[in-house]
T-cell receptor, first 115, second 113 residues
Framework: GAGVSQTPSNKVTEKGKYVELRCDPI?????LYWYRQSLGQGPEFLIY????????DSGLPNDRFFAVRPEGSVSTLKIQRTERGDSAVYLC?????????????FGQGTRLTVV | KQEVTQIPAALSVPEGENLVLNCSFT??????LQWFRQDPGKGLTSLLL?????REQTSGRLNASLDKSSGRSTLYIAASQPGDSATYLC????????????FGSGTRLLVRP
């Protein structure tokens, strides 16, 4: 597609439920990132994929969070036993590579609300 | 640990004014710096990317400068318009983890008609 696509755009779930957030990166981009943005703050890094593997998952807040990218394209962020504190906008970005010329392109985000 | 600060947190100006948004970072070892625009409830739109070897980039009414040694970047918006109202975020790509962007908290800009 022309840009990074995220679905759903909004998700409301009850505390304790399981949710999946999907990201479809720009075609040909090997790098994919997930960020989380709380109200009034800048995005914070969660996880980075280079191809199919998670090269860095140091930003995931705890073991309730998990992400996959099985074919090196679409990625899914999975949150188990959701808590109200998980409410935020989850942003996905993709880029061609790394280094000085790397420009990241972001999707529209998924607004997750845990009630 | 790299930290990015944006001042001011919010800014309100009348239409037509030229304005400057500031971004500072604590570690000068970066690959690049990127300015983004975020409209309410939306994702991030990339405005300008400045590589570490560059001092400025221009796109239309926008001009971004980078002074890596002092850890500063500015985004200059000429002849502001109400349509420029949004939150502006800067982010650096550190050399010690070149895949990861470190963001500031943003400057919320309102351009009054």
């Amino acid at each position: 597609g022309a840009g990074v696509s995220q679905t759903p755009s909004n998700k409301v779930t009850e505390k304790g439920k399981y949710v999946e957030l999907r990201c479809d990166p720009i075609s040909g981009h090997t790098a994919l990132y997930w960020y989380r943005q709380s109200l009034g703050q800048g995005p914070e890094f969660l996880i980075y994929f280079q191809g199919t593997g998670a090269a860095d998952d140091s930003g995931l807040p705890n073991d309730r969070f998990f992400a996959v990218r099985p074919e090196g394209s679409v990625s899914t962020l999975k949150i188990q036993r959701t808590e109200r504190g998980d409410s935020a906008v989850y942003l996905c970005a993709s880029s061609l590579g790394r280094g000085e010329n790397t420009e990241a392109f972001f999707g529209q985000g998924t607004r997750l609300t845990v009630v | 640990k790299q930290e990015v600060t944006q001042i001011p947190a919010a800014l309100s100006v009348p239409e037509g004014e030229n304005l400057v948004l500031n971004c500072s970072f604590t570690d000068s070892a970066i690959y690049n710096l990127q300015w983004f625009r975020q409209d309410p409830g939306k994702g991030l739109t990339s405005l300008l990317l400045i590589q570490s070897s560059q001092r400025e980039q221009t796109s239309g009414r926008l001009n971004a400068s980078l002074d890596k040694s002092s850890g500063r970047s500015t985004l200059y918006i000429a002849a502001s318009q109400p349509g420029d109202s949004a939150t502006y975020l800067c982010a650096v790509r550190p050399m010690d983890s070149s895949y990861k962007l470190i963001f500031g908290s943003g400057t919320r800009l309102l351009v009054r008609p």
